[in-house]
């Protein structure tokens, strides 16, 4: 079983930045997912096991970046340029599947997820 620790959330303005963590060991894909009050749960980014390849949801692409430490077993979400859309409770999930070319399926779900860390970015 792994378990996941998320951080980082809190309050911010709109246009401010977020750093989110999550712990977590193991040889895993890192997903972040959202979920806004009254939404459905969406993905937000996901990386590789090596760091090296990274996948973004189309909104958030070029304001967040994923990265990980598996030196450190966390795995980041730098949020910058926040709006008051990106509201939501960021949950980090891992999964033991490997990403390959052309697949997606990390965008639907993973095995493992953390608690969640709420995120309120203010107008």
């Known amino acids: 079983q792994v378990q996941l620790v998320e951080s980082g959330g809190g309050l911010v303005q709109a246009g401010g930045s977020l750093r989110l963590s999550c712990a977590a060991s193991?040889?895993?894909?890192m997903g972040w997912f959202r979920q806004a009050p009254g939404k459905e749960r969406e993905f937000v980014a996901a990386?590789?096991?090596?760091?090296?390849?990274?996948y973004y949801k189309d909104s958030v692409q070029g304001r967040f970046t994923i990265s990980r430490d598996n030196g450190k077993n966390t795995v980041y979400l730098q949020m910058n340029s926040l709006k008051p859309e990106d509201t939501a409770v960021y949950y980090c999930a891992a999964d033991g599947r490997q990403i390959n070319y052309g697949s997606s399926w990390y965008k639907y779900g993973m095995d493992y997820w953390g608690k969640g860390t709420l995120v309120t970015v203010s107008a």
């Open positions: 990386i590789n096991w090596s760091g090296g390849s990274t």
């Open positions: 193991g040889r895993y894909v």
